[in-house]
């Protein structure tokens, strides 16, 4: 039997940007994020890959439901609705901490450093959970 493509493109689509998160957001852990031009790099890197996987799975999920797929569609669906409410309750949280530290708040600066580390985990376990849902997603229905 042949896997499905459509589930299998999705699925794949889905990856490009939270493997390049998980590879990329790293980086920061080696940089102070009391250095405004680090922590507004950092935030538009979050803000980016929250909208980009929205985006992805948007498209993942009509395209899967057009096949008929509405399990694996709803799942997709599922992975991009958490995208857009975690990118505005992330971003939010962010904002606050910068113009906490920039107000001389000496804790921001580690509010900030946990918002990452918890931005870093929240896109490893959805990645994950994508990666181990793959053999159940591909395979013709």
């Known amino acids: 039997m042949m896997p499905d493509p459509v589930a299998l493109f999705a699925t794949v689509v889905l990856l490009f940007p939270m493997g390049y998160f998980l ?3 790293p980086a920061f852990l080696l940089v102070s994020l009391d250095v405004p031009p680090v922590t507004q790099l950092l935030r538009g890197m979050f803000s980016s890959y929250f909208l980009m996987v929205a985006i992805a799975g948007a498209v993942g999920m009509v ?3 057009m096949t008929g797929r509405l399990v694996v569609a709803i799942g997709i669906a599922l992975i991009a609705a958490f995208a857009v409410w975690a990118r505005r309750w992330f971003l939010q949280r ?3 901490q910068l113009l906490a530290r920039d107000a001389g708040d000496a804790e921001a600066v580690r ?3 946990r ?3 918890g931005g870093m ?3 490893a ?3 994950v959970v994508l990666v181990g849902s793959i053999p159940y997603v591909v395979t013709p229905h």
Do not use: K, M
């Open 23 to 25: 590879l990329a957001a």
């Open 63 to 65: 395209a899967v439901a």
């Open 94 to 96: 962010w904002d606050a």
């Open 111 to 113: 509010r900030l450093r």
């Open 115 to 117: 918002l990452h580390w």
């Open 121 to 123: 985990l929240c896109n």
């Open 125 to 127: 376990v959805q990645l």
